[in-house]
């Protein structure tokens, strides 16, 4: 009986020193997201207006005229970013992305993997360590992004993508990440980003006739690769607000559960206490009589 009790109050122990941890996590990680929350916030109505102006331009556009990185090719040769966290303790945030990443392969470049032809470059440690284990063709050059993440770092990403697409050896670049909502919701998505997509013009709609300043080839030129590395750079940061808004959640619920078992042990330690009494006291009164007799 004693034995029993001792490894209850061990195991008592054991999850208040993990609560402990879980708690301190949470706060760590909520104080994360305030800040990742506030870029976000900042970035993406910035991002949205200068997408909605490359679009516009490649869909009003004639001819080829300085528009390689909008020209739709045969999809032979697919490159997946795929955007993760490097640390897990985060729910099923890693997880889903992965699954997505998975899901987009199997039902849109089934073929083209069946030949080799789709390649993995992976933001953040998770990603690459499941695609690598797995044996899918993955690049490790801008894993580590998240140990320093700046706009530099993610631009160095987007003007590889560029260099690789214009070069053809990729024939269209998807992006795969979580855009953050709010600290307990992320949406899981797959996104063009080259080709740059087209704009489909409502019917009867009047096709937009821009004035450009400098000359369209040349501000085609400039305007592209710039919001191309602001596009990128908002999904590393709707990722990075995602990451700590999962694994406050998580901490929070891993929180709640250790008090769960908390009471649920507590009340077994005292059960096994009261029997512990109960013997004892029963073999006292026992002896008592047989002392009597």
Same mark, same amino acid.
């Given at each position: 009986?004693?034995?029993?009790? $001792?490894?209850?109050?061990?195991?008592?122990?054991?999850?208040?020193?993990?609560?402990?941890?879980?708690?301190?996590?949470?706060?760590?990680?909520?104080?994360?997201?305030?800040?990742?929350?506030?870029?976000?916030?900042?970035?993406?109505?910035?991002?949205?207006?200068?997408?909605?102006?490359?679009?516009?331009?490649?869909?009003?556009?004639?001819?080829? +005229?300085?528009?390689?990185?909008?020209?739709?090719?045969?999809?032979?040769?697919?490159? *997946?970013?795929?955007?993760?966290?490097?640390?897990?303790?985060?729910?099923?945030?890693?997880?889903?992305?992965?699954?997505?990443?998975?899901?987009?392969?199997?039902?849109?470049?089934?073929?083209?993997?069946?030949?080799?032809?789709?390649?993995?470059?992976? +933001? =953040? &440690? $998770?990603?690459?360590? @499941? #695609?690598? &284990?797995?044996? #899918?063709?993955?690049?490790?050059? #801008? $894993?580590?992004? /998240? !140990?320093? *993440?700046? /706009?530099?770092?993610?631009?160095?990403?987007?003007?590889?993508?560029?260099?690789? %697409?214009?070069?053809?050896? #990729?024939?269209?670049?998807?992006?795969?990440?979580?855009? %953050?909502?709010?600290?307990?919701?992320?949406? %899981?998505?797959?996104?063009?980003?080259?080709?740059?997509?087209?704009?489909?013009?409502?019917?009867?709609?009047?096709?937009?006739? /821009?004035? %450009?300043?400098?000359?369209?080839?040349? !501000?085609?030129?400039?305007?592209?690769?710039?919001?191309?590395?602001?596009? !990128?750079?908002?999904?590393?940061?709707?990722?990075?607000?995602?990451? @700590? =808004?999962?694994?406050?959640?998580?901490?929070?619920?891993?929180?709640?559960?250790?008090?769960?078992?908390?009471?649920? *042990?507590?009340?077994?330690?005292?059960?096994?206490?009261?029997?512990?009494?109960?013997?004892?006291?029963?073999?006292?009164?026992?002896?008592?009589?047989?002392?009597?007799?």
């Amino acid at each position: 009986m004693a034995g029993q009790l $001792k490894e209850v109050r061990n195991r008592i122990k054991s999850v208040q020193n993990t609560q402990q941890i879980t708690k301190a996590m949470k706060m760590v990680s909520a104080a994360k997201l305030r800040k990742a929350q506030e870029g976000i916030q900042q970035m993406r109505p910035y991002a949205k207006k200068l997408q909605e102006v490359l679009s516009n331009i490649v869909s009003s556009a004639d001819g080829d +005229i300085g528009m390689s990185l909008a020209t739709e090719r045969p999809a032979e040769n697919i490159l *997946l970013i795929v955007i993760t966290s490097d640390r897990g303790l985060c729910g099923a945030y890693n997880a889903n992305i992965i699954k997505l990443a998975k899901n987009a392969i199997a039902e849109k470049y089934a073929s083209q993997a069946a030949k080799g032809k789709v390649e993995i470059w992976t +933001i =953040g &440690k $998770k990603g690459y360590e @499941h #695609f690598a &284990k797995n044996r #899918f063709k993955v690049d490790a050059q #801008f $894993k580590d992004i /998240f !140990l320093n *993440l700046n /706009f530099e770092s993610v631009q160095a990403a987007s003007q590889a993508a560029v260099k690789a %697409f214009e070069a053809k050896q #990729f024939d269209r670049v998807e992006l795969v990440y979580s855009e %953050f909502k709010n600290a307990a919701t992320q949406r %899981f998505v797959t996104e063009r980003f080259l080709p740059i997509p087209k704009i489909q013009a409502k019917e009867g709609a009047k096709k937009a006739d /821009f004035i %450009f300043e400098p000359l369209r080839e040349k !501000l085609i030129a400039e305007l592209m690769p710039r919001i191309l590395n602001t596009q !990128l750079y908002k999904a590393v940061l709707d990722a990075n607000a995602s990451e @700590h =808004g999962a694994r406050m959640t998580a901490m929070d619920k891993a929180t709640e559960n250790a008090n769960e078992l908390l009471k649920t *042990l507590k009340i077994s330690y005292n059960r096994a206490r009261q029997a512990a009494i109960t013997t004892e006291l029963t073999e006292i009164v026992s002896g008592a009589a047989a002392l009597q007799g």
